[in-house]
């Protein structure tokens, strides 16, 4: 039981290249979220999914897409990566409800150049 | 609209001293609070979690957290600090919404000195 996974741990990227962040949960959640993780800012919800072909908007989401094929993974892609972007990317799982908890991945960082 | 405040951005403690942490919150509603901990370069373990049951939340790591309506605080605590309690601290809370969609605060790093 792996519980939440995110590939690549680090990358480092120039301005304008793309990438995609995977997440992937053995859990059986329906509820999938990406974070992003600034100093001083706690952490932001970029995108979240509901359940499998679902995707919605979180507090920050400009400059990002996401896709969620399958229950289990939740991907964030980065189509044209600028240097505001440099953070590091925390995905996490759960069953949705407020009073639930959410189970976090142990993140990646990521640095555009 | 729900949000959190946490008061500190740094506290030191020496180990064996006790450990609070300050959080205050803003809610239209009765809100779902939590308490994460970030170790060093890992993801976010949740710590406690408040959800209209007790007012005072034990959690893990002898860590627990009381929930004062009339104060809106959700301020952490323990009796004595360990070493490895050295971490950033998180305040959450739900948003209210049905996806259960978190807000969280700037954090709180917490030092222990020998």
């Known amino acids: 039981n792996a519980g939440v996974t995110q590939t690549p741990k680090f990358r480092v990227l120039k301005t304008g290249q793309s990438m995609t962040l995977l997440c992937a949960q053995d859990?059986?959640?329906?509820?999938m979220y990406w974070y992003r993780q600034d100093p001083g800012m706690g952490l932001r919800l970029i995108h979240y999914?509901?359940?499998?072909?679902?995707?919605a908007k979180g507090e920050v989401p400009d400059g990002y897409n996401v896709s969620r094929l399958k229950k289990q993974n939740f991907l964030l892609g980065l189509e044209s990566a600028a240097p505001s972007q440099t953070s590091v990317y925390f995905c996490?799982?759960?069953?949705?409800?407020?009073?639930?908890?959410?189970?976090f991945g142990p993140g990646t960082r990521l640095t555009v150049l | 609209a729900q949000s959190v405040t946490q008061l500190d951005s740094h506290v030191s403690v020496s180990e064996g001293t006790p450990v609070l942490l300050r959080c205050n919150y803003s809610?239209?509603?009765?809100?779902?609070l939590f308490w994460y901990v970030q170790h060093p370069n890992k993801g976010l373990q949740l710590l406690l979690k408040?959800?209209?049951?007790?007012?005072l939340v034990k959690g893990i790591n002898g860590f627990e957290a009381e929930f004062k309506k009339s104060e809106t605080s959700f301020h952490l605590t323990k009796p004595s600090a360990h070493m490895s309690d050295a971490a950033e601290y998180f305040c959450?809370?739900?948003?209210?919404?049905?996806?259960?969609?978190?807000?969280f605060g700037k954090g709180t790093k917490l030092s222990v000195k020998p």
């Open positions: 996490a799982s759960g069953r949705g409800f407020s009073t639930d908890t959410q189970y």
């Open positions: 859990m059986n959640h329906e509820y």
């Open positions: 999914s509901v359940g499998e072909g679902t995707t």
């Open positions: 809610s239209s509603y009765s809100p779902s």
């Open positions: 408040y959800t209209s049951a007790a007012t």
């Open positions: 959450v809370v739900s948003d209210g919404g049905s996806q259960g969609n978190l807000i």
